[in-house]
């Protein structure tokens, strides 16, 4: 296993101090996350390993703000998250953060260049020339008119990324990207993803199952039980 | 078998709200269409009671113009004819009272006429001796409690309001002592010859007058209750297409497994036959309950408009219950037949997601929209050329039906329009989404449409009737008092009696005759200002009111032109006379033909008609008093004088009356439709979070989302809103020009009521809101971990 790249303090663009996360369950509340401690830089790229259930997709979900812990510090770019409320969590993720799932989820009543556009200008930093030079870089410029449903499993996936760089977010966070995708496209994805990831100069925190993928990127936190391990 | 049944009943126990509204929506359905007809049946087994009431409808009568007098009636017995005589009458209890009366004569009347078992002679005695015995029906018993008549006893088999007696008392009663009303004739006995002059053989009737006036009313009704029950069938259509949709993947794999295509069509036919039952029984339940609220109205109305008479309680039908279940299967089958055919047809290798339900293809909403150009086309058509009740009624349910299938590519097209003109990212997105929205929510739209635009139409239809018939009323009843003199002799005296006290005493005389083939009511009219100012003319010659008093005009009222392409110029031939039509006036309520001559020519055809009814003229601060010193003078029953303020105001109650059934109904049909609206959404709601969840994640709360989802709800009602207000008027124009037209004879002027449209834009928003409040809130309290299982793939 690679060690866990710890950043300087002060360049901190995510930071996790002591995060506890429980979920109540018909057999009473299970504990997913049990005191979770790490660090993102800017520009540093780190995978989010370990089996099934370990709480990775939790971890990622609160540090997008998606949901709030129950005990712990939570610091995206310099605001701290933890005791925020719906509406400063919603900005935080419209300005701050760009999220890339494993089921693409674009929207389907919009067309490709709708949905590229989509997140940009809601964080009002839409740039024409930039979503032109991502959907050339996507291999997108042919379905720009098009609508989800009429996209392929790999065509949706390079769409969902394209939606989060458009917006140029400091803070990249993806969740097994390409785990919906066969073994060729998806390292073709990965490949384009970590390339224009690395050219806006944002932090990747990315789950995945792959140690190959894992390899790719600058660092490595492995996650059992609840804990990094 | 049993296990595939099991799997696919499953679904229903994880969607127990959809199975309540599929459940919700057939009973409503079938509440709403058989509450109609158990109205219906229970009027026409009144009539059918009414005309077979002394044998009526297998009995021949003898009848005159009028009464016929008592000593006529001994002539014909004399002379071997074997006739019973028959007196027929109201007689007012009090205010709100009063009991139709048929005095017989128990020892001539014919077998086929025996009404009542009169028993080894214990009823008898008392029936035929003072103060008489009257026999009615148990409910008219009931009605008649604390009244001041001869002892009531329960017979069955008589109509209801109606009280059999003998004829002597009948006659004291009625004040009509020596005459009777007719004279029924022994089918077995020899006719001894011709009858003498003034009266004529009416051969038996099996329906009554009052089943043939009424028929329209009853059409209008039937109407009504096709209109709520195809509301609710949208209801039905839109969950059971859903369920469908749900299943999809569901299908697939049992057809996968092994389960044939004929096999899981026919488990889901059973499925669709169990719950079209059991919504079908509740729905029986429901609709006797809204047949049992609404039958005292519809009786008052019947009574009011037609002096038809059906009980006010309701009985329970067999054939009623058959009915009503059958229509709740055929309803359920025909609203499930395109999903049927879908799975009978689904081929197995395709992909098993279920089909983007939400998003509508450009060529479905083409289809639609070709199929409503077809209908309002037919509409079109059946306006220039249908004839008749049932063709206005069909180019009613065309012109709705289109403009229903109309909506949702008029509100697509709308969409599409605003969409392109939306600046920023959201409102983009709205458009956008509630475009893809459409599709799930149209079927409820299309019922709120034609909810909205029933009740506008019926609305503007009512709300013009009213001012119309106020106003008519007005110039209809322009005498302040009216008497109807007990016989000749004393209307003589009264008439000399009011000379010096009133400013004009004018005779009311009317008589039978036939026009153009047709029996016609003929009134004479006296020539003064009354009628020259206040007659409600609706097309005339120049000069009208001195053509007529000359005697070579008549005035015809406007259902007898219709009828007969009248117009004022054309020649017109009465038996005896023949002249040229002055005018045509407006004749509201009455079914009847009728023709006025000047008064001269009048008594100049009928010498023998009666000078009983007059129409008096008096300053109407004196009115009153005039009143109480004619009926102190001559002894008068109060029924003999009626003022102008009571006469109107009777004729406004019968109005309200007649229209309460139709609001009720109306507002019944909103709330199936504001029901439909809330089912899509509920449901729509369980399908949105995949929808939702993107756009919460990359920053919009929750809030704001529900906040939009209101907004859409909002949005999508007031455009069904605007729809409804154009399709309201021309129901409204159709109504009055042209389904009155057919059913009543007359054509109503069209008045709007703008004000009354933001009254139901009002309701129609709140119901929306109300509506989209339980999915909106649901949106709202939504916890993270829900939205989140969207992007784990866990749902």
């Given amino acids: 296993m690679r060690t866990v790249l710890v950043s300087d303090p002060s360049e901190r663009l995510l930071s996790l101090e002591g995060v506890r996360k429980s979920y109540a369950t018909g057999e009473g509340p299970v504990q997913v996350l049990a005191g979770v401690d790490m660090n993102l830089a800017p520009g540093e790229s780190l995978a989010l390993t370990g089996e099934s259930g370990s709480g990775k997709s939790t971890l990622l979900h609160l540090a997008a703000g998606l949901d709030s812990a129950d005990e712990g510090r939570i610091v995206v770019a310099g605001h701290d998250i933890s005791q925020a409320g719906d509406t400063e969590r919603a900005r935080l993720r419209r300005g701050t953060v760009g999220l890339v799932f494993q089921q693409f989820n674009l929207i389907p009543s919009l067309d490709v260049a709708a949905n590229l556009a989509f997140q940009a200008r809601l964080a009002g930093r839409h740039d024409p020339e930039w979503q032109a030079e991502l959907a050339d870089a996507l291999g997108l410029t042919a379905c720009l008119h098009r609508y989800p449903e009429q996209l392929s499993g790999g065509q949706q996936q390079r769409v969902a990324i394209g939606r989060t760089l458009a917006a140029r977010p400091r803070l990249v966070l993806a969740d097994e990207p390409t785990g919906n995708l066969d073994e060729a496209t998806g390292d073709a994805v990965m490949a384009l993803f970590l390339r224009l990831v690395s050219q806006t100069g944002a932090g990747l925190l990315m789950v995945t199952h792959s140690t190959r993928l894992a390899g790719r990127l600058h660092g490595r936190l492995q996650l059992s039980a609840g804990r990094v391990a | ?795």
């Fill in chain 2, 1 to 795: 078998m049993r296990v595939a049944l099991a799997a696919l009943l499953s679904h229903w126990r994880r969607s127990p709200l959809q199975l309540a509204m599929l459940l919700l929506g057939l009973a409503l359905a079938t509440a709403l269409w058989s509450g109609v007809q158990a109205i219906n049946a229970e009027a026409r087994a009144s009539y059918a009671e009414a005309a077979a009431t002394l044998g009526q409808d297998r009995l021949a009568r003898i009848t005159a113009q009028g009464p016929i007098p008592q000593e006529t009636y001994v002539d014909l017995r004399r002379a071997g004819w074997r006739v019973s005589p028959v007196i027929e009458g109201r007689v007012r209890i009090d205010e709100r009272r009063s009991l139709r009366l048929i005095g017989i004569e128990p020892l001539t009347l014919p077998a086929p006429a025996q009404q009542v078992e009169f028993g080894e002679g214990d009823a008898l005695l008392p029936f035929l001796t003072a103060p008489g015995l009257i026999f009615a029906a148990p409910e008219t018993l009931a009605r008649m409690e604390g009244a001041d008549l001869p002892p009531l006893r329960e017979a069955q088999g008589i109509p209801p309001g109606t009280g059999l007696i003998d004829i002597g008392q009948a006659q004291r009663l009625l004040r009509m002592e020596g005459l009777v009303s007719h004279l029924l004739l022994d089918p077995d006995a020899p006719r001894p010859g011709e009858l003498p002059e003034g009266l004529r053989l009416v051969p038996p009737d099996s329906e009554s007058d009052v089943a043939r006036l009424t028929d329209s009313f009853h059409l209008n009704l039937t109407a009504f209750g096709l209109l709520s029950f195809a509301v609710g069938l949208f209801i039905v259509h839109s969950a059971i297409g859903l369920a469908f949709e749900q299943r999809r993947p569901m299908f697939r794999t049992l057809r996968a497994l092994g389960v044939t295509a004929r096999t899981l069509t026919g488990l889901l036919l059973a499925e669709l036959v169990l719950f079209a039952l059991l919504a079908g029984v509740a729905g029986l339940a429901l609709g006797y309950l809204v047949a049992a609220l609404l039958l005292p109205d519809v009786a008052a109305t019947l009574r009011g408009l037609y002096g038809a008479e059906v009980p006010g309680t309701l009985a329970f039908r067999p054939g009623w219950a058959a009915a009503g279940l059958g229509i709740a299967l055929l309803g359920t089958l025909v609203s499930a037949s395109q999903s049927l055919w879908r799975v009978a047809h689904l081929p197995l290798l395709a992909p098993a997601q279920p089909r983007a339900w939400a998003v509508a293809s450009e060529r479905a909403l083409l289809r639609q929209a070709a199929a409503a150009a077809g209908l309002l086309i037919l509409a079109g058509a059946l306006l220039l050329w249908g004839r008749g009740v049932v063709a206005a009624f069909v180019l009613l349910a065309a012109l709705l039906l289109g403009a229903a299938l109309l909506l949702p590519v008029l509100l697509a097209g709308v969409l599409r329009l605003a969409q392109r003109a939306a600046r920023g990212p959201i409102a983009q997105w709205f458009w956008a989404d509630t475009r893809q929205q459409l599709p799930g929510l149209s079927l409820a739209l299309m019922a709120l449409l034609l909810a909205l635009a029933a009740n506008i139409g019926v609305g503007t239809m009512v709300s013009s009737f009213r001012l119309t018939f106020t106003g008519w009323l007005d110039q209809r009843l322009a005498f302040e008092l009216y008497l109807s003199a007990p016989d000749q002799v004393t209307a003589d005296r009264i008439a000399d009696w009011l000379e010096p006290r009133a400013e004009a005493v004018l005779p009311i005389v009317r008589a039978e005759t036939e026009v153009l083939g047709q029996p016609a009511q003929l009134y004479g009219m006296a020539d003064h200002a009354t009628y020259r100012e206040n007659w409600p003319l609706l097309a005339e010659e120049p000069g009208v009111w001195d053509r007529l008093a000359g005697g070579d005009w008549a005035l015809v009222n406007e259902q007898l032109a219709r009828r007969e392409r009248l117009a004022p110029g054309d020649p017109i031939r009465l038996p005896g006379w023949e002249g040229r039509i002055a005018a045509i006036y407006s004749d509201y309520g009455n079914p009847s033909a009728q023709v006025i001559l000047g008064i001269d020519r009048f008594f100049a055809l009928h010498p023998e008609a009666e000078r009983r009814r007059y129409g008096i003229r008096v300053a109407p601060a004196r009115a009153e008093a005039l009143a109480e010193e004619l009926r102190a003078a001559f002894d008068l029953p109060d029924e003999t004088l009626i003022d102008q303020a009571s006469l109107k105001g009777f004729s406004l109650q019968v109005f309200e009356r007649t229209f309460a059934v139709t609001a009720a109904l109306n507002v019944l049909t909103l709330g199936v439709a504001g029901l439909a609206m809330f089912a899509s959404l509920m449901v729509l709601s369980g399908m949105r979070l995949p929808q939702l969840a993107p756009v919460w994640a990359m920053g919009l709360t929750k809030a704001r989302l529900a906040r939009l989802e209101m907004l859409r709800t909002l949005l999508l009602a007031s455009g069904t809103l605007v729809a409804a207000l154009p399709l309201g008027l021309a129901l409204a124009w159709v109504l009055l020009a042209v389904v009155n037209v057919q059913a009543f004879g007359w054509r109503l002027p069209m008045h709007v009521f703008p004000l009354d449209w933001l009254t139901l834009g009002a309701l129609a928003l709140g119901a929306a809101a109300l509506a989209a409040a339980v999915p909106v809130r649901r949106l709202a309290r939504l916890r993270p971990a829900d939205l989140l299982r969207v992007f784990a793939n866990e749902r």
